[in-house]
């Protein structure tokens, strides 16, 4: 089906965020429901998932039109400009084309520190009590 690993890397990432936000806009506004119900406060990181699910289903137009229009304007120039092109060249070395299971797991390791990073500049937006 797959011509060669990353292509099946590419799929994987793709359908673990379909699924990851389904369960973020389907299954936490449940969550959230029997909390309510069972009248149990809501513990801080839970709260700040509920905050995520609300501020994607209240801005989902939004944040598909942000995604949509960057992948438009870097496809354009990557594939368009002739400084795009050469970049892509030089750059697609840094992408791991790795057999080797140990070396996928660094480089997983290193972009998961890299997310990581971001927390606290991510987690006051999303929820002010945080």
Avoid at 48 to 63: E, G, N, R
Avoid at 75 to 80: M, N, P, Q, R, V
Wanted: net charge positive; proline share 5%; charged share 15%.
């Amino acid at each position: 089906m797959f011509k060669n690993k990353s292509q099946e890397l590419c799929f994987a990432g793709i359908v673990g965020f379909f699924v990851l936000l389904g369960l973020v806009v389907l299954v936490v506004p449940k969550v959230e429901l029997v909390y309510k119900e069972s009248y149990v406060m809501i513990p801080g990181f839970t709260q700040t998932i509920v905050s995520l699910s609300h501020f994607i289903l209240a801005k989902w137009q939004v944040i598909f039109a942000f995604i949509f229009g960057n992948a438009l304007v870097l496809w354009l120039y990557f594939s368009k400009t002739r400084i795009g092109r050469l970049l892509w060249r030089k750059s697609a070395g840094l992408i791991p084309r790795s057999e080797k299971p140990r070396e996928l797991i660094v480089y997983g390791s290193i972009l998961l520190l890299f997310a990581l990073v971001w927390l606290p500049v991510i987690l006051p937006l999303i929820n002010p009590n945080w």
